[in-house]
Nanobody
Framework: QVQLVESGGGLVQAGESLRLSCTASGRTFGGLAVGWFRQVPGKEREFVAT????????YYAAFPKGRFTISRSGAADTVYLQMNSLNPEDTAVYYC??????????????????????WGQGTQVTVSS
């Protein structure tokens, strides 16, 4: 069982930045594809970004429009979501998720919640106007 822990959420003003972090208890992210999702009350969980198990490939939802960047530390023990130019519509609980993967090429992108095996508890991001 892989336990994921997110951190880095908080309250910021519109235009500011946050960097979310996700760690996996007791292991690295080698062999795991990782995604970030977000959810607001009353709505379905929404895909944000994903990174392949090799760390070589990334894919984003359309809405960040270049404002968000997903990355992995060199030691592969932390996955980050750098969020710039935040706006109030980005307010949500952000979740880190992972699933075992052997896919290493481009196009190995998991964007659906059902594709993920492990989930963190989420971290709240609130952007004030």
């Amino acid at each position: 069982q892989v336990q994921l822990v997110e951190s880095g959420g908080g309250l910021v003003q519109a235009g500011e930045s946050l960097r979310l972090s996700c760690t996996a208890s007791g292991r690295t992210f080698g062999g795991l594809a990782v995604g970030w999702f977000r959810q607001v009350p009353g709505k379905e969980r929404e895909f944000v970004a994903t990174i392949t198990q090799s760390g070589a490939g990334t894919y984003y939802a359309a809405f960040p429009k270049g404002r968000f960047t997903i990355s992995r530390s060199g030691a592969a023990d932390t996955v980050y979501l750098q969020m710039n130019s935040l706006n109030p519509e980005d307010t949500a609980v952000y979740y880190c998720a992972a699933h075992p993967s052997t896919c290493t090429g481009y196009g190995c992108y998991s964007i659906e919640t059902y594709q993920y095996t492990y989930w963190g508890q989420g971290t709240q991001v609130t952007v004030s106007s």
